[in-house]
């Protein structure tokens, strides 16, 4: 069966640390892959998303997440965090050309401390 | 960007009460729409895909008869839990999009409090 794996669950981070939240996923076909960022009291907004081509994909404020088929893994990276990066993150997976059923990781709350 | 809109944001009611949420794409037109539940601390779960103009397609063992979908034009669904009862409690994800290589875009969500 599909499934989506985050590895970490809470995260707590200084501004300016580093930050790296793993997504693995199980799946025997090609995907796309997502990541999704909830902050606090707001909707589910698309972060960065991979379908194909350049395996290290740019997403919005400074995130970037790199695909490595091998791995079946889609980890989510910043180099510098600041407090507003305090949210939920979810990572998801669907078949390639059909982002209709997303499959969803359980989610990773960062909380970023000034 | 595309707008997915969501009402009402929350709604607390009386046991046995029916609810409906209406799912709304603001600027583009949604031949589907997708409605999620969220349970604290878990991801979400996809209840069921809403098609306009034809039948939901429920996920396995969602009940039919209790999450009424009726998407009845290009731009809105609406979910109703019918007769809700405390365990309905739950926050209610709608979102639309997702054709082609174009993503999901969601709806703020509907917090739903039965007492």
């Known amino acids: 069966a599909q499934s989506v794996s985050q590895h970490n669950h809470h995260v707590i981070l200084s501004e300016a640390a580093s930050l790296e939240l793993g997504c693995n996923y199980s799946y025997g076909g090609t995907v796309n892959l997502f990541w999704y960022v909830q902050y606090p009291g707001q909707h589910l907004q698309l972060l960065l998303k991979?379908?194909?081509?350049d395996p290290l994909v740019k997403g919005i404020k400074g995130f970037e997440a790199e695909f490595i088929k091998s791995k079946f893994s889609f980890n989510l990276r910043k180099p510098s965090v600041q407090w507003s990066d305090t949210a939920e993150y979810f990572c998801a997976v669907s078949n390639a050309g059909n982002n209709r059923k997303l499959i969803w990781g359980l989610g990773t709350s960062l909380a970023v401390n000034p | 960007g595309a707008v997915v809109s969501q009402h009402p944001s929350r709604v607390i009611c009386k046991s046995g009460t029916s609810v409906k949420i209406e799912c709304r794409s603001l600027d583009f037109q949604a031949t589907t729409m997708f409605w999620y539940r969220q349970f604290p601390k878990q991801s979400l779960m996809l209840m069921a895909t809403s098609n306009e103009g034809s039948k939901a397609t429920y996920e396995q063992g969602v009940e039919k008869d209790k999450f009424l979908i009726n998407h009845a034009s290009l731009t809105l669904s609406t979910l109703t839990v019918t007769s809700a009862h405390p365990e309905d409690s739950s926050f209610y994800i709608c979102s639309a999009g997702g054709t082609g290589d174009q993503p999901q875009h969601f709806g703020d969500g509907t917090r739903l409090s039965i007492l």
């Open positions: 991979y379908f194909s081509g």
